[in-house]
């Protein structure tokens, strides 16, 4: 079992270098390979309400067999629930769907920003995690302006905010940002989700300088940055694989190769946080 760094926000709270996400790991067979991931090493556990598998979550994390207090379980608050009432009903929800007293680190999914109350949602889990409920507070999908008007009306920074982030869509300027702010960052889809971005060239060819797949080269470029992914991995094999990127070190022109393949706007499906909203 290979030894993962953490990486630690402006609290304190660390976080480690790779975690599990759990999008499409549903019912029994989903919550089998939670349980699986957690018996490999992996220490958080990415989920949300709206991925509608917290109880999946929450059943691998009981079937584990690891103690409760040495797994960081993540859910997020969605779109519809931005309202200071629907908010707090939410969090109830997810700790019951989790089946935990309280849960690990709480995020906000999507700013939604022409609806206008994402700031609601935050004081909501601020005081969620004033009354013992939450452990840890964070966003998902912020800009800068979001993580700036939040801080501003409430006192309270975010430990983490969790972006797309990946070789096509570096995000080099928002991660600049969020280590200015100690702010933890985050990379969902990692691996560029059937972008195609496991057969590019560079990738293969540092993947093949190291003897490694190309999927641990792009997780080994995330662990040089110091961004946190989350990749969904369903299989043990998969699971194991992952985890080892951590063991791998590139060296800074590997890394600046890989992050070459960056676009000018890489995203994957279009979400900009200034104008997608989620339900």
């Keep these: 079992m290979p030894t993962v760094p953490t990486v630690t926000a402006h609290n304190g709270f660390s976080l480690p270098a790779i975690g599990l996400g759990t999008y499409g790991l549903w019912g029994d067979a ?24 917290e109880g999946a979550v929450g059943r691998g994390l009981a079937a584990s067999g690891v103690d409760r207090d040495e797994i ?79 801080e501003h009306e409430t006192g309270v920074r975010p430990v983490v905010n969790q972006i797309e982030v990946h070789p096509y869509f570096p995000q080099e300027e928002q991660l600049a940002r969020h280590r200015e702010l100690g702010i933890l960052t985050e990379a969902w889809s990692p691996l560029g989700k059937g972008s195609g971005l496991l057969q590019e060239p560079v990738v293969v060819e540092v993947a093949a300088a190291h003897g490694i797949s190309p999927a641990q080269a792009v997780l080994a470029w995330h662990v040089a940055r110091g961004t946190i992914a989350i990749p969904k991995a369903s299989s043990p094999e998969h699971q194991l694989s992952n985890l080892a990127a951590v063991e791998v070190v590139l060296e800074a022109d590997e890394v600046a190769a890989i992050s070459a393949l960056g676009r000018s706007d890489g995203r994957l499906f279009g979400g900009d946080p200034a104008s997608h909203e989620e339900s």
């Design 72 to 150: 960081i379980v993540t859910t997020k608050l969605p779109g519809r629930h931005h309202g200071t009432a629907k908010a707090r009903t939410s969090i109830e929800e997810s700790r019951s769907r989790l089946g935990v007293e309280v849960t690990d680190l709480h995020l906000i999914h999507w700013p939604n920003p022409s609806q206008d109350e994402y700031v609601q949602a935050w004081e909501a889990l601020v005081q969620a995690q004033q009354h013992g409920v939450v452990r840890q507070i964070g966003v998902s999908n912020f800009l800068p302006e979001h993580l700036e008007r939040i």
């Design 30 to 53: 989903g919550a089998d390979a939670i349980a699986s991931a957690i018996r490999s090493g992996y220490r958080l556990v990415d989920s949300a309400f709206n991925y509608e598998n």
